[in-house]
């Protein structure tokens, strides 16, 4: 058999975090009462005109800033026609001629090193409405609260070559919009969607194949699944001398496998002309360095910065900032503990542990850095002891309760009073003869055996290293 490569270029739509649609005051939000959230404007009514949204535009511009695209000065909206029950207007706005953002790139990390991938354009547009099929009664149903919530499409050239490589190019998007807050990029609930194009070519080709383009594809590992399947699909096509026809496939998770929708439309099927109802938009230089002056400090940054400022390893601060949520926490609780190391001990272990137990995804993390900030001191003074300290941060976890109101009213402080300890102490020494013996005669081991004892006599809540102290003291002055 030949040598195949495969190529792979992707189109992902982003949903922006707008409140309000991009060409009406409608709400974006998620989970309405189907039809709730819709006007004459986005229910395409004739004569109701568009009015562009402009936090829509700086989304936009600021994901084109952070991916290196050079932003344009003047822009504008097309339509795109065709007929779909989803779309109330028979046509959808979008920008064909003048995309808002062209010629970037961002950088993956592959198993080879750093590798660039190119971003050809994004552009603005409007998303469509939602059909429900009800299959027992033949009908459909139709939901416009989606349609004209905005999107962005980022087009990438075809830079790719394995799934390995799409996946880390998608994450790099998904963490700089979400650290852009542009849109949460939920891949399950729709807010991110990627469609992939393939082709392959015999290795030392320099043209490119015949491509399908794949769409449906809710989940990183659904995306996995389909480049293997459809890679291999054309490979065995061309290898019994046939083609690859150019079409767009719809894959089916469930099955694991593809099958064709249409045969691949071209632009011109669309009919695309210049969106008569909207101005172009002009994007000035003032407005421009406003966009600019408001970037956040992006992934990249931040890692490099905790590892200088924090002092963390490259692998603790790679989780930690997987997270803008988390790495706000971080931040937050190690400038007024002032010990960066256990804190992310706390994040990166009980956290996450607690998160994953409940299913919750690190983004939406409620935990108060005060609060942590805290445990992390009573902690560190010896006032709680592992044990209790992970009891008290599961519930301001959960309850967001008072560490120290919560360790009072539960008992969890340790003992820290020496007269109460040495009490306690002298009648574990009294009680148990043989283990002091062993240890005056030079076996280590025993005096765990001791302080076993001594946290047992106090349920626990001895403080560890003032117990080893006393039993030493104790033991040396008894003879
Ligand atoms: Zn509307």
New binding site residues.
């Given amino acids: 058999m030949k040598k195949y490569e495969t190529v792979i270029g992707l189109e992902v739509h982003v949903e922006l975090a707008t409140k309000t649609?991009i060409?009406?005051?409608?709400s974006t939000a998620f989970g309405a009462r189907p039809n709730a959230?819709?006007?004459?404007?986005?229910?395409g009514m004739p004569g109701a005109l568009p009015v562009l949204n402009r936090q829509v535009v700086e989304y936009a511009a600021a994901v084109g800033l952070a991916t290196g695209c050079a932003i344009g000065s003047y822009s504008m909206f097309d339509r795109k026609n065709y007929f779909y029950p989803d779309n109330p207007q028979n046509y959808q706005i979008s920008q064909l001629y003048q995309p808002l953002c062209r010629n970037g790139s961002v950088e993956i990390e592959t198993q080879q090193g750093l590798k660039v991938i190119g971003i050809h354009e994004i552009h603005m547009e409007e998303d469509a409405g939602k059909l429900i099929h009800d299959e027992s009664k033949e009908v459909s149903y139709v939901d416009y609260n989606r349609?004209?919530v905005p999107l962005i499409e980022i087009v990438s050239e075809p830079d790719m070559r394995s799934a390995q490589e799409v996946i880390a190019y998608l994450e790099k998007l998904r963490m700089i919009i979400r650290y852009l807050g542009a849109s949460d990029c939920k891949l399950q609930e729709g807010s991110m969607r990627a469609d992939v194009n393939l082709s392959v070519r015999e290795v030392g080709t320099a043209a490119y194949g015949t491509r399908t383009e794949m769409k449906n594809l809710n989940s990183f590992k659904a995306i996995t699944r389909a480049i293997d399947h459809e890679r291999n699909r054309q490979i065995e096509l061309l290898e019994s001398g046939r083609k690859v026809v150019q079409e767009t496939r719809r894959w089916d998770d469930g099955k694991g496998d593809s099958y064709a929708m249409r045969s691949k439309e071209d632009a011109q099927d669309y009919r695309y002309f210049p969106e008569p109802d909207l101005v172009p938009i002009a994007v000035s230089a003032q407005w421009l360095d406003a966009i600019r002056a408001g970037q956040p400090e992006l992934r990249d940054e931040r890692k490099q910065r905790y590892k200088k400022q924090y002092g963390l390893s490259d692998y603790d601060a790679d989780i930690i900032t997987g997270s803008k949520r988390v790495a706000d926490i971080f931040e937050a609780a190690s400038d007024i503990c002032q010990q960066p190391k256990k804190v992310s001990n706390w994040l990166m272990g009980e956290t996450m542990r607690l998160l994953k137990e409940s299913g919750q995804d690190p983004d939406t993390l409620t935990l108060d850095p005060e609060k942590l900030a805290k445990i992390v001191r009573l902690a560190d003074s010896g006032a709680l002891t592992n044990t209790a300290a992970k009891e008290v941060f599961a519930q301001v976890f959960q309850n967001d309760t008072d560490p120290e109101q919560y360790m009072e009213e539960k008992g969890l402080k340790t003992v820290s009073d020496e007269g109460t300890l040495k009490r306690v102490i002298e009648q574990v020494i009294k009680d148990n003869p043989q283990s002091v013996e062993d240890y005056r005669s030079g076996k280590q081991k025993a005096i765990g055996f001791l302080v076993g004892q001594t946290m047992k006599a106090t349920q626990g809540k001895a403080n560890p290293g003032l117990v080893n102290r006393i039993l030493k003291e104790l033991i040396g002055i008894v003879h």
């Fill in positions: 649609k060409f009406c005051g409608c959230h819709t006007c004459p404007v986005c229910t349609a004209g």
